[in-house]
């Protein structure tokens, strides 16, 4: 993709969506002339017809059209990802660890077992920054990665995700979602690549993980799915992080089960993994807590009925884009054994996911 045609679309009050799938070396652009539209209530995935979906923590989705659809082969680029160094914003730190140590509390009292809270870092961004290069950067720097850019009339500023947790998934007839929770540097301290195998978890971690794992089989009970493959947790990498993966697969085509897509989203988001557990006291407690808008972070985004196939993932490891200003996003999961300083810093390293690249 070319920086001309995504500007030209922008020019035209598109709504664009480029993106490129985990392990792909093919990249697409989206062009809905329109400039996209909300959803009504009571939408289904199902009869959507090929498009895009993008939608936020709280809220109906918006989705674009497939008024034009290009692709391209991603050339490889020359990428840093050294990790950032600068000085931490003391008043940021000191707001956020009082969140931290106040959910603390709250899951003490109970009934919060878990909450996912998330703050904001802002930064300016390069002369030169371009949404194509960064897109391109980003795919290059994450390959197991969703890497995405979309720009839509009716929100502010361009978003990019580069996320690797799947939300839902339908290919070839089979459905896939996953959990993945638990979160820890991928570099040692001279910045060398650790391995999976390297990783060692703490219960808190653990637990936590556990925690999306079990409500992901709660949403399989409430339709009465009890034909699923579990596979997991395992350690994965993405990049400077590793997590603790779980992946559960359905094989709708046996099960003659095409409506289980629409029935999981409409169960599973928010996920406990970017809201918490119960979900409704967590998402009270986020809404009364944080003071920045979520918006379109820990929402979903992705194709939908192309080829027959959709990819819907969290949207995560996220920024907004305003002219040369970018915000971005990130949270952490706090349970009973929560440390607040181990919190931050474990926000501080979710936020250079994209900062170790996008800055450089």
């Not at 992901?216 to 579990?230: A, H, N, P």
Request: charged content about 20%.
């Amino acid at each position: 993709m070319g920086e001309n045609s995504w500007e030209d679309g922008i020019s035209r009050g598109a709504a664009l969506a480029a993106w490129r799938l985990p392990h792909a070396s093919e990249a697409f652009l989206l062009q809905d002339f329109q400039g996209g539209s909300q959803l009504a209530e009571g939408w289904n995935v199902a009869d959507l017809p090929a498009g895009f979906l993008a939608a936020p923590f709280i809220g109906l989705p918006y989705f674009l059209a497939s008024d034009s659809l290009t692709s391209w082969t991603l050339t490889s680029v020359s990428t840093s990802i050294n990790s950032v160094f600068e000085e931490e914003d003391l008043i940021k730190k000191q707001e956020f660890k009082s969140w931290v140590s106040s959910a603390i509390e709250a899951i003490k009292q109970g009934p919060l077992q878990k909450v996912v809270l998330s703050r904001t870092d802002v930064k300016e961004l390069p002369s030169g920054f371009s949404i194509a290069s960064a897109l391109e950067e980003l795919a290059a720097a994450y390959p197991n990665a969703f890497v995405c850019a979309i720009s839509i009339p009716a929100l502010a500023g361009v978003w990019m995700c580069a996320t690797p947790e799947i939300l839902v998934e339908q290919k070839d007839g089979v459905f896939r979602t996953i959990s993945l929770a638990g979160t820890q540097s991928g570099v040692d301290d001279q910045g060398n690549a650790l391995s999976p195998a390297q990783a060692r978890w703490s219960q808190k971690e653990i637990e936590e993980q556990a925690f999306v794992s079990r409500y992901i089989i709660d949403c399989f009970k409430k339709i009465r799915l009890r034909e699923y493959t579990e596979l997991g947790p395992k350690t994965i990498s993405t990049g400077n992080l590793l997590h603790l993966k779980t992946e559960y697969i359905v094989d709708t085509k046996a099960m003659d089960f095409p409506q289980l897509p629409g029935l999981m989203l409409g169960l599973l988001h928010p996920t406990s993994a970017v809201c918490g557990t119960p979900k409704q006291e967590a998402i009270e407690f986020i809404l009364k807590t944080e003071t920045h808008d979520r918006s379109m972070y820990s929402g979903y985004l992705g194709p939908v009925n192309i080829g027959g196939n959709t990819h819907l993932f969290v949207n995560l490891r996220t920024v907004k884009i305003t002219g040369n200003q970018a915000e971005f996003y990130a949270g952490c999961g706090i349970t009973e054994d929560s440390d607040p300083e181990k919190e931050w810093q474990e926000t501080q390293m979710k936020c250079q996911t994209l900062q170790r690249v996008l800055m450089q």
